[in-house]
């Protein structure tokens, strides 16, 4: 079951936060989140166990919610480089494939 | 380290044509897995394959086949191709392997862009 990713787009500018969701229908093992520059491979930001992980990477940070099957990508203080599709992917077991949401395409001016 | 490398970069065949694809694996991942992305939409899955064996496979009809080599590497082939196979192929790979509990990035190559009229 395709995950659901909300909002579909989003506009800022530089130095405003953006929340990204991603929910789930079925019980989740792990997220992946991606974010993917047009014409460009998907690329990897960061992956969420379920036990309630939190992580960050740099201004870039995420929740994972297992009761709720949701997860969040947070973007604070967001820069011209977080311009792009973002992705969630979802595994229901370890090592199964990811099955990824539709995406969320953010857009942040100057 | 070299990451996923995928093979060729850009690809133009006629419908009913075949097609093969080529990934090679990041050093040390034995898990590599193609999907599927059409414009606008998110990364769809084919086929996941682990140890030369295939672990799972997406909803796409049997034109769409894989293998992988002793070596880690995959193909994935596709017969009789329609104007719907129109698309950009990703190649994923893991070190983790199927059913193991632990951390499983995924990392994708640069994906083959195939065109077909």
């Known amino acids: 079951q395709q995950p659901v990713q909300s909002p579909q787009a989003v506009i800022l500018r530089e130095g405003e936060d953006a929340v990204i969701n991603c929910s789930s229908s079925?019980?989740?093992?792990?997220v992946h989140w991606y974010r993917q520059k047009h014409g460009e491979a998907p690329v990897f930001l960061m992956i969420?166990?379920?036990?309630?992980e939190q992580k960050g990477h740099d201004k870039i940070s995420a929740s994972f919610n297992e009761k709720k099957q949701q997860s969040s990508l947070y973007l604070t203080a967001s820069q011209l480089s977080y311009s792009g599709t973002y992705f969630c992917?979802?595994?229901?077991?370890?090592?199964?494939?990811?099955?990824f949401g539709k995406g969320t395409t953010l857009s942040v001016s100057s | 380290d070299a990451g996923v490398t995928q093979s060729p970069t850009h690809l133009i065949k006629t419908r009913g044509q075949h097609v093969t694809l080529r990934c090679s694996p990041i050093?040390?991942?034995?898990?590599v897995s193609w999907y599927q992305q059409v414009l606008g939409q998110g990364p769809q899955f084919i086929f996941q394959?682990?140890?030369?064996?295939?672990?799972g496979r997406g909803n796409f009809p049997d034109r769409f086949s894989a293998r992988q080599f002793p070596n880690y590497s995959s193909e994935l082939n596709v017969n009789a191709l329609l104007l719907g196979d129109s698309a950009l192929y990703l190649c994923?790979?893991?070190?983790?392997?199927?059913?193991?509990?632990?951390?499983?990035?995924?990392?994708f190559g640069q994906g083959t862009r195939l065109t077909v009229v």
């Open positions: 079925k019980a989740l093992y792990s």
């Open positions: 992917g979802t595994e229901d077991q370890a090592g199964t494939a990811l099955i």
């Open positions: 969420l166990l379920k036990g309630g």
């Open positions: 050093s040390g991942h034995k898990s």
């Open positions: 994923a790979s893991s070190f983790r392997s199927p059913g193991v509990t632990q951390r499983g990035e995924a990392f």
């Open positions: 394959y682990y140890e030369k064996e295939e672990r």
